[in-house]
């Protein structure tokens, strides 16, 4: 049995034990007395030491046993277990439950006295709000039956004054002085209510006119009255505000008389406004502009002033009469001036210089803006020289002049440097589509019994056909630039077939070909060709130079005839040269060269770095580059600068 008490009853920390036990069943939802060995159908532990104190249920703590009469006993020391989680267990238990004992006392103490504070005041406010509404009733109750007594009081009173004040209506003294004496005693009867409505009329007095005062000023502002040509025109911060005003005013206003382009100077005077009649830099700009001119339609060519008219409807209607020749029903068409054209309303200058009508508009756009210039072709003029002399191009000098450049010029021409430009310009863009050619390839077949540049056509070539979609531009109706957009073949071309001789044209010196040799020591250069068919020196009436001589047979069949080095040398170049053709140089030294021209394709015998001595075949007469005809171009040149050939040849 576990120790009890004098009475029989347990200790209370075991009591204590036994109900955290049970809490803590209830709590984690398992046994703590069997986790810990505790059997609390006994109120034991397993192996329970002596000086452990056991636990007992309530139900045995209620039905204590009877007293047994106490004997002495000799004391004996019985053994002490060492302490484990078993013996601490239902001591911390004990501790932890008195532990939330007293805190949970201590918060619900605090919580009471917290509650009592506002319950506390609540009460007092509760109690001084009746109180003061108990007092106002009385107060008001008297003042209202005061209030009533005085009426009834002042109503009596009325009534007689109005007899009183009859009697003397004869008289207008004798009236005014009665109305004194009324006043005085209806202030002397009445003192106190007139003290009251005094009291109460002086301050809500005295309080609208302050806040009148205050609005007045909050809506007020010092400000700078602007007198402009001796008016007013408006009320201004500070002086940057006309600055302002004014560099805007002067870019809508455009001086006619040649004078500097300013405003006059305006009169400052201080004022007090409301700030809603204060003006910004804008609006006063406005004003100026007004006071400087009428309301029109500012026309703006590229950014530069033209002119205004006062109707806009008016400009408009003169620039799309200029559009309108130009204007189509057909797609992809788009008509517009080159130049930018703005219009801006404003206050411009009443003069006639600058205030245009309808008329005086059209006349000037219809105008050239820069005039045709023109040049006189003189003797030793060429497109190259004329160009560079007048600070332009050859390519705009063949646009301009294309039956010049297919013809030629000739002194006493007349050339076009520049052509007019309109005062404005009229841009149309359209799609536009045409028909190209594509030339044909040519397929060559080697021809052993031909000679070498005779050429027999075997089969004719056909030209393909493509259709190619451009943008165009016209300037004034003129083509100015084209932009390819797309192509589409139509038909393919025909390849041509052409036999190509390969028998070589070089042949040693024959007897019956003469070698001639002049006084100079030079070798004709064409055995069989002693006919010259172009000197040297000016010719087409002085239009052109020409730099040798042209050599052909006489009688005919100059094509094919042998030709020979003049001079012995080295072969500078041999191949083809533009309008040459076929072209031979060689260097004899000492600042000599000599030039064979047209030859026939393939007839060169020789190359460039090869020596050849006078009267050696070098080539055959053709007629290849720019060439009329089959002959031999010879030229001689001596430091740079051409010989004629006939000075030394004969």
Request: proline share 5%; with cysteine.
């Amino acid at each position: 049995m576990p120790p009890k008490g004098t009475d029989g009853t347990a200790y209370p920390a075991q009591q204590k034990a036994s109900r955290s036990v049970q809490d803590f069943n209830d709590i984690f939802g398992f046994r703590a007395d069997a986790l810990y060995g505790f059997d609390t159908a006994e109120g034991d532990f397993w192996a329970l030491p002596n000086d452990a104190v056991p636990l007992t249920r309530k139900k045995e703590a209620a039905e204590p046993e009877a007293a047994q009469p106490l004997k002495a006993q000799p004391a004996k020391e019985e053994p002490k277990a060492p302490l484990s989680a078993y013996t601490l267990a239902p001591h911390l238990f004990a501790l932890l439950a008195d532990l939330g004992d007293g805190v949970f006392g201590v918060i619900k103490v605090a919580l009471r006295r917290l509650l009592f504070i506002p319950r506390f005041f609540g009460a007092v406010f509760s109690w001084a709000f009746r109180e003061l509404r108990t007092r106002a009733d009385k107060v008001l109750a008297e003042r209202k039956k005061r209030v009533r007594a005085e009426r009834g009081m002042l109503r009596r009173e009325l009534k007689g004054i109005r007899p009183y004040l009859k009697k003397a209506e004869g008289d207008p003294r004798a009236w005014f002085r009665r109305l004194g004496i009324v006043t005085r005693k209806l202030r002397e009867n009445h003192r106190a209510s007139f003290l009251r409505a005094v009291n109460v009329v002086l301050p809500v007095a005295a309080a609208a006119v302050l806040f009148l005062v205050i609005n007045h000023w909050n809506n007020q502002t010092f400000a700078l009255q602007v007198d402009y040509r001796q008016e007013p025109i408006g009320y201004i911060r500070s002086e940057e505000v006309f600055a302002e005003a004014e560099k805007l005013a002067l870019q809508r206003i455009v001086r006619t008389d040649g004078g500097a382009n300013e405003l006059e100077k305006p009169d400052y005077r201080l004022a007090s406004v409301p700030v809603n009649r204060l003006i910004d830099s804008l609006t006063l700009s406005d004003k100026l502009v007004e006071d400087s001119g009428e309301p029109a339609v500012g026309i703006y060519i590229n950014k530069q002033f033209l002119c205004s008219v006062k109707n806009r409807s008016d400009a408009e209607s003169v620039f799309d009469k200029m559009l309108a020749p130009y204007r189509t029903n057909k797609p992809g068409v788009f008509v517009d001036f080159v130049e930018d054209i703005r219009y801006e309303e404003g206050y411009y200058p009443d003069d006639l210089k600058t205030m245009w009508d309808a008329s005086q508009l059209a006349k000037k756009l219809t105008e050239k803006k820069q005039t045709e210039r023109k040049y006189k072709v003189k003797s030793g003029d060429t497109f190259w020289t004329i160009a560079a002399a007048n600070d332009t191009t050859v390519d705009e000098l063949y646009r301009l002049n294309p039956k010049e450049k297919k013809a030629g010029i000739w002194p006493g021409d007349e050339l076009i440097l520049s052509a007019s430009v309109n005062y404005v310009q009229v841009k149309v863009m359209k799609t536009e589509t045409r028909t190209v050619e594509i030339p044909f390839e040519t397929i060559y077949t080697p021809d052993p019994s031909g000679f070498k540049g005779v050429n027999k056509t075997l089969s004719a070539g056909a030209k393909g056909k493509e259709k190619v979609t451009e943008m165009v531009t016209y300037l004034d109706g003129q083509k100015v630039s084209t932009k390819e957009l797309s192509r589409e073949r139509l038909s393919e071309p025909v390849s041509a077939r052409v036999s190509q001789g390969t028998k070589s044209w070089v042949a040693p010196s024959t007897p019956d070909v003469k070698i001639s040799v002049g006084s100079s020591g030079l070798v004709w250069p064409a055995p069989s060709c002693h006919s010259v068919s172009g000197g040297y020196g000016l010719r087409f009436q002085g239009r052109s130079f020409h730099t040798g001589v042209d050599l052909i047979r006489y009688g005919g069949a100059t094509y094919g005839t042998l030709v020979v080095a003049s001079m012995d040398g080295t072969v500078e170049f041999a191949g083809w040269s533009g309008s040459y053709g076929n072209r031979i140089v060689i260097n004899h030294g000492g600042g000599i060269k000599t030039t064979y021209s047209h030859l026939v394709s393939g007839s060169m015998s020789v190359y460039p770095g090869k020596y050849v001595t006078a009267g050696t075949p070098i080539g055959r007469v053709g007629s290849t580059g720019w060439s009329s005809g089959a002959h031999l171009h010879f030229e001689i040149s001596v430091n740079g600068s051409y010989r004629n050939p006939m000075a030394y040849l004969r």
